[in-house]
């Protein structure tokens, strides 16, 4: 069984805020992969366009199964969810959803520009961080938690109680395609 407790999600919905609490609360191990990576040199080059590293999947994944060794749970929040996860060493993946109108809103107060908030609340439209999950872990490792109208500390509670029931997989609950038209959405926001 793995020790990784991945906290997955659009950008802006509230990893960070989890896994510190989990972190905190838990006594889980918070690894960070966008500080370990400049932490520890893990990047092949410098991205100016998006002004961010571009990660060495295989030494960062060869750096978290060294982690993921250690007996102790480790929490990792990323909104990246590809070849560099070492997927054995993963319990659980909780992929956190935003409403996105909410995310996109939350992104520009953020002042991210109007094509990259609308990018990353297009992705979480269409499930894209749900979809990755399922499709690398399988149904039983990913449980979805819509953080709309929670507090941080209603989605903890949330988070830590899905953590003591063990591997139970709980996703396709949030469709936001149900609600928004996606083209509808991008002339209204």
């Known amino acids: ?98 409403d996105p109108v909410v995310l996109y809103k939350r992104l520009r107060a953020r002042q ?3 094509s990259k908030a609308w990018e990353n609340t297009e992705a979480e439209i269409l499930d894209v961080c749900l979809q990755e999950s399922l499709s690398l872990l399988g149904p039983r490792k990913v449980h979805e938690i819509d953080t709309t109208r929670k507090s941080a500390a209603e989605v903890c509670r949330e988070a830590s109680k899905v953590l003591s029931r063990g591997n139970t997989g709980r996703s396709g609950i949030v469709n936001w395609l149900a609600r928004y038209d996606p083209l509808e959405l991008e002339r209204t926001i």
Request: proline residues 4%; hydrophobic residues 40%; without cysteine.
């Open 1 to 98: 069984m793995g020790n990784i407790i991945l906290i997955t999600g659009t950008p802006g919905v509230g990893k960070t805020a989890l896994a510190k609490s989990l972190s905190h609360k838990s006594g889980f191990k918070l690894i960070e992969p966008n500080r370990l990576v400049r932490k520890e040199k893990l990047y092949t080059r410098f991205d100016r366009a998006r002004k961010t590293y571009v990660a060495n999947e295989g030494k960062l994944r060869r750096r978290l199964e060294a982690l993921a060794r250690s007996s102790e749970r480790i929490v990792l929040p990323t909104h990246l969810v590809g070849r560099f996860l070492p997927k054995a060493s993963v319990e659980l993946a909780l992929v956190l959803r935003l």
């Open 112 to 114: 991210w520009t109007k």
